[in-house]
């Protein structure tokens, strides 16, 4: 753990991306490999099956400690970080032992989930004898299955990249996926010897940027493709020699949940990879999204949810053709080979029709249509891009429709996690039913630092009760909250749930009676469920 | 029966000798534990401090101020005051307050750790223990301050290689010159922010050891920097002043670094737990040491502190004050004019 505990705290301890790259290089040069893999499934954020419940490390390290529950969990409200909480509660390491990071995992962390509830306690337990400080809390946080360190990928595969001589553009292909994170993988990953792509593996993700200036600083409209920005799950279809497999961005294997593209897939060429988006569909548009919600968690489909939520795959990208990656060719050209791929498939697989507009104002126009067709606005993409990896500025952009807004009266706060610990960040925030507040929304906010420690301030001296770590504070505060869209739920109070609310803005300029009522509300979302 | 020392909305008050102890109204008669801005405050008609802190606590109040020095006896009303060694900072004291016979302790901010600038902590036995609570959870226990130290000067070092200024954050009152008296010279050049120049001088005029330091000027920030290690307070975190001194690593020095999340807020790249308040432990140890049949918490986390005691089975409460602990968390209580500690 040492080497990996020294890393951990320079990627901590240091604000500069340069800094951080340097500390991932030195790593990398001097690990052992099968450590340097353990380190790498960390630091691209793969997770270990959870190995123990955080209610059962709570239980156990609050008796290690001596303390009450609720005494544990007062110093978890201030230091707004479990891992660490218990790191700091268990007494010191009576036995220190210095784990290589490889032979922890495997003897301290894989096998828990093998044994009885009281072995498990005291493997852990005697951890606790053995790991100190950092390693400790390291510790705590891989065994819950919760381990971030805040760095992107991009950095990884860059010092990956120094340490190695391959580009770090074959290194995002080659972490694609699921990989065994032991010697003989890392050693594949950076030797650099010419490899075929594996069956299954996927290919990184292109992102777009999301449109902040105004679209017609683009140029030249005959230079971009436009098409709608659906609102599903994105996703790679890959029809490969005797496999298919669908991956969504966060590199999850869902093949099997999504029987009907699975069936439709087959139909294709084999050395075919589709990007595209997973969306419920019925006739010629899509489901509210809460039909697609019910199929995401679901391993096995029933024939009823086959029936109520049918799912298609709507393809913009073709990324693998007969076998060859022809990710370099420029847009225009794949897509005429997507339209000719797709041309005889399946009804499930679809092309995502290019939006046909003679000049901004136009497209704007056709944007301005998005929530009707519940669309979440435009996707633009240069006519001679390649298909790059990762987020990057310039080629293709995604040009959202506007939040929804409501005003909504501060009811509830309560402390956050991370950099937020000890600070009141996390709202729930009502509006008017009557002469009442209803909550509609938990927000996280979006305030800035200065306005977050002001509110902060505001709420410890305006609390009515506290309840654990919820305070109730006087109805005087009006925030906006943007919103992505709102559907029925009976699980909610003022039954409603909205998607995606954040915090937009402080509005000092309003008193709680301006802010809006539950009736406009529900007239949104009748107007957006028909 | 009513205890010996009361919360009034002026402040702590002890009904027998008429006085009160860091009031935050004014009043006619003010004993004074430590020179922090939220224990003495301006205003009050007389004042009444520790020997060793007088010049400070002048200096803070702009009045005069008697001094009374460590464990000398005062009769005041109907009460017998004397001051004990708090170690929070140069001068601090607890309050020993005698009424017939039975004794109160206010400790006012206090910690149990070595402190070159200040006298070590004194337990005193007592029947009612006022007692401060700023870091009253089990998360909070301080490492030893020798380790911390060193791990400040191996920090500079890194930095000095890397050509960067060391930038140290502490509060300019107390932990500033604590800081000061714990580095060593010969690394290199140890300047402070203007903020913290007029207590400097004060400390050293009472012949406290203190190394060669001075106050920054513009010309360092040009010949000095990537060298030299800049002790500021916390308000001159991303400050065009500190700009001035080009590639910088910023520590802050507190205890509320022993948390990350409180580290990360205050976007500095390094934290290093060392404190003037007493943590965990030390809370404990001085509740069992005094005796106290009851004990008032005041400053952060009290109320858990004061239910811990109570399902021990001692008597204890929180006790409302204006007092805010050492800042960079907030208090429950109600603001004061500037933040201290
Ligand atoms: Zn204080
Ligand atoms: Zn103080």
Redesign the interface.
């Known amino acids: 753990m040492d080497l990996f505990v020294q890393l951990y705290r320079r990627l901590d301890q240091h604000t500069r991306t340069n800094d951080k790259v340097a500390a991932l290089e030195d790593y990398f040069r001097v690990a052992p490999r099968e450590d340097a893999a353990w380190a790498l499934f960390h630091l691209v954020g793969r997770r270990l099956p959870r190995a123990v419940s955080p209610a059962e490390l709570r239980a156990w390290a609050g008796a290690a400690s001596g303390l009450a529950p609720w005494l544990v969990e007062e110093c978890y409200a201030a230091a707004g970080d479990l891992a660490e909480t218990l790191a700091l509660l268990v007494p010191p390491a009576a036995t220190p032992r210095a784990w290589p990071l490889s032979a922890l995992i495997e003897h301290r962390i894989r096998p828990l989930r093998e044994l009885s509830h009281e072995e498990r306690r005291a493997r852990i337990e005697q951890s606790w004898h053995e790991l100190d400080g950092d390693a400790r809390f390291l510790y705590h946080k891989m065994l819950t299955g919760g381990f971030r360190v805040g760095i992107s990928r991009a950095l990884v595969e860059r010092a990956l990249s120094r340490v190695s001589g391959v580009p770090a553009a074959e290194l995002a292909r080659r972490l694609m996926g699921d990989w065994p994170p032991d010697a003989s993988f890392f050693e594949r990953l950076l030797s650099t010897e010419e490899r075929g792509t594996p069956n299954l593996q996927p290919y990184p993700f292109y992102l777009a940027y999301p449109l902040e200036q105004a679209v017609s600083s683009l140029g030249d409209p005959g230079d971009w493709q436009a098409e709608w920005k659906w609102d599903g799950i994105r996703a790679q279809a890959l029809r490969r020699a005797a496999s298919i497999a669908i991956w969504t961005r966060g590199e999850e294997l869902v093949t099997e949940r999504y029987p009907e593209i699975e069936r439709a897939l087959a139909a294709l060429p084999e050395g075919t990879a589709l990007d595209g988006e997973l969306l419920a569909w019925r006739e010629d548009r899509p489901l509210p999204f809460g039909a697609m919600q019910r199929r995401i968690g679901r391993l096995r489909v029933s024939s009823d949810e086959l029936r109520e939520a049918p799912v298609i795959f709507m393809a913009y990208d073709l990324l693998e053709f007969n076998g060859v990656d022809i990710r370099a060719q420029p847009l225009s050209e794949r897509r005429a080979r997507l339209e000719a791929v797709l041309q005889r498939a399946p009804e499930e697989l679809k092309v995502s029709p290019t939006l046909a507009f003679p000049d901004w104002p136009a497209l704007a126009a056709l944007r301005a249509e998005s929530r009707a067709r519940r669309v979440e606005g435009i996707m633009l993409k240069r006519r001679d891009s390649p298909y790059g990896v990762g987020r990057e500025r310039g080629a293709w952009w995604k040009w959202k429709v506007d939040p929804y807004t409501v005003d909504a009266v501060l009811m509830y706060a309560q402390a956050g996690h991370g950099r937020r610990a000890g600070l009141h960040t996390d709202y729930t925030l009502g509006v008017w039913n009557g002469e009442t507040l209803v909550p509609v929304a938990k927000a996280y906010s979006g305030l800035t630092d200065r306005e977050l420690e002001e509110v902060d301030r505001w709420i410890r001296r305006h609390t009515i009760e506290k309840h654990g770590p919820v305070r109730v504070v006087v109805p005087e505060l009006v925030f906006e909250i943007a919103f992505e869209g709102l559907q029925p739920s009976p699980r909610h109070k003022s039954g409603i749930a909205l998607r995606f609310p954040r915090v937009h803005r402080w509005r000092r300029d309003k008193m709680p009676a301006d802010a809006d009522r539950l009736e406009q509300l529900v007239a949104l979302m009748n107007a957006a469920q028909t | 029966m009513s205890r010996i020392v009361q919360a009034t909305s002026a402040g702590l008050y002890c009904e027998a000798g008429g006085f009160y102890i860091d009031p935050w109204r004014p009043v006619a008669h003010a004993l004074i534990t430590h020179a922090h801005s939220d224990h003495a405050r301006p205003g009050h008609g007389a004042y009444l401090t520790a020997e060793p802190g007088l010049p400070l606590v002048r200096e803070r109040v702009g009045a005069p101020v008697e001094g009374l020095p460590y464990g000398e006896r005062r009769r005041i009303g109907a009460a017998v005051v004397s001051f004990h060694p708090a170690a929070h900072m140069r001068g601090a004291a607890q309050a020993r307050i005698e009424v017939g016979g039975r004794v109160a302790v206010v400790t006012g901010d206090f910690k149990r750790d070595d402190d070159p600038t200040a006298d070590a902590f004194e337990p005193v036995p007592c029947h009612e223990l006022i007692m401060e609570s700023t870091f009253a959870?089990?998360?909070y226990?301080w490492p030893d301050a020798s380790e911390i130290v060193r791990e400040i000067h191996d920090w500079w070092r890194e930095n000095q290689e890397a050509g960067r200024t060391s930038v140290l954050l502490a509060y300019a009152v107390g932990k500033a010159q604590r800081l000061l008296a714990l580095l060593n010279p010969e690394q290199g050049p140890i300047l402070y922010h203007g903020a913290m120049e007029r207590f400097v001088e004060l400390y050293r005029a009472a012949d406290v050891s203190l190394p060669a330091a001075r106050k920054a000027t513009a010309d360092d920030a040009k010949t000095l920097r990537g060298r030299a290690l800049l002790l500021a307070p916390p308000s001159a975190h991303h400050s065009p002043w500190l700009r001035k001194w080009g590639a910088c690593s910023v520590g802050f020095a507190s205890g509320w670094m022993?948390?990350?999340?409180?580290r990360?807020?205050r976007?500095a790249?390094?934290g290093f737990v060392i404190s003037d308040h007493a943590d965990w432990p030390a809370l404990l140890q001085t509740i069992e040491e005094s005796g106290a049949e009851w004990v008032g918490l005041t400053h952060g986390?009290g109320e858990?502190l004061a239910?811990?005691l109570r399902?021990l089975g001692r008597e204890a409460d929180v006790v409302r004050t204006a007092f805010i602990g050492e800042a960079g968390?907030?208090s429950?209580a109600?603001?004061a004019r500037e933040s201290a500690d």
Do not use: F, N, Q
Not at chain 2, 258 to 262: K, L, N, P, S
């Open positions: 959870l089990p998360l226990r022993r948390v990350r999340g409180a990360r807020r976007g790249d390094r986390y858990a239910r811990y399902e968390a907030e429950d109600p603001p």
